[in-house]
């Protein structure tokens, strides 16, 4: 059944009469293919301008089978990623880049396993062109029950999962670590102490090896100089008291990220500890409203979740139409941020 024109709603036919072009042009033109000229290109935007033209979604739907929305799916329960500055920011970033793209963003939480058999149903029917997936824990069912999805999936990082996730972008977290440890040691720091994030979390362990590889080339021993947090303030500064406790000489901090190292920040102040003339402290992921705002300013390993999701929608936008894309981990370069914490 084709879907019929709104009276008096200008049509794809009068935006090509009106630029003086075939009706498959003026679509080619509207939907940004590049086999379209530039004179007609700009002849048939200044007609739909002109006549207030806009598409009929749910015509094209019917002839392109897309919807134009895009799936954000998040294996973390819904109260933990509001509080986490990294997810803000990367729903911030998904949203203005398909924004960008003319698409429209779909964001689901999965917040236990009983979750993970609705949102792959609704993912396979018909609702999406695609997903953008962050699971990240050991254990986590969603990346296996992906696998016999319909639709293209790129995943946010190193998964667990016992299939081989095809598409994936990530950050070079060991590296991130290693620059952290680096740059404390060159400041005159030995007794460099980590803050690791949870075991079952691809990042947390990656920053943990780079540690331990960082430290182990330097000449430097980190026997009971680990204590593992979950990502968290509160967790940061616990795991913070209980590392002063059993290695009181410890003069620096990396910790896996950002706001578990404001807790430890928090615990240093509170037993009396100068940072940085007493302990340095750096964390992991120079978050752009967390890291400047702490006391002192957090020195932190730089990464920018904006361009983790330019790279996963790039992949996803090919996959959506057709193009046959190598199955790769791209992995993105880190920095490190220096503020007045080291």
């Given amino acids: 059944m084709s879907a019929r024109p709104e009276p008096n709603r200008p049509t794809l036919e009068d935006v090509a009469a009106y630029a003086g072009v075939s009706r498959s042009t003026a679509s080619r033109a509207l939907n940004n293919d590049s086999y379209v000229s530039a004179p007609a290109r700009d002849a048939v935007l200044t007609a739909a301008a002109r006549l207030g033209y806009t598409a009929n979604l749910a015509a094209r739907s019917l002839v392109t089978r897309r919807t134009g929305a895009m799936a954000l799916v998040l294996s973390e329960p819904e109260a933990k990623v509001l509080d986490d500055p990294y997810f803000g920011a990367v729903i911030r970033a998904a949203y203005a880049e398909l924004s960008a793209h003319g698409g429209q963003l779909l964001v689901m939480f999965v917040d236990n ?200 929608v790039a992949i996803l936008l090919r996959l959506i139409t057709g193009e046959q894309v190598p199955g790769e981990r791209v992995v993105l370069p880190v920095s490190l941020t220096v503020r007045a914490s080291t």
């Fill in 113 to 312: 396993h009983a979750d993970v058999p609705g949102v792959v149903r609704f993912l396979d029917g018909g609702h999406v062109d695609g997903a953008l997936v962050f699971a990240p824990h050991r254990g986590d069912l969603l990346p296996g029950a992906l696998g016999a999805l319909r639709i293209p999936v790129v995943f946010g990082g190193r998964t667990h999962s016992g299939r081989r996730a095809r598409h994936v972008v990530d950050f070079d977290n060991a590296a991130g670590a290693r620059l952290a440890v680096d740059h404390l040691i060159d400041q005159g720091r030995r007794r460099i102490a980590t803050v690791s994030g949870p075991a079952e979390h691809p990042a947390a362990a990656e920053r943990l090896a780079g540690w331990r590889a960082a430290m182990r080339d330097r000449g430097l021993r980190g026997r009971n100089l680990i204590e593992s947090g979950d990502f968290t303030i509160a967790g940061g500064e616990e795991a913070m008291r209980r590392l002063l406790y059993r290695a009181p000489d410890l003069d620096a901090v990396f910790a896996a990220s950002d706001p578990m190292a404001a807790g430890a920040l928090r615990a240093l102040a509170a037993l009396g500890r100068r940072v940085p003339a007493d302990v340095a402290v750096i964390g992991f992921d120079d978050h752009p409203t967390l890291a400047p705002a702490t006391t002192p300013p957090l020195t932190s390993v730089h990464q920018d979740p904006r361009e983790q999701i330019r790279a996963m």
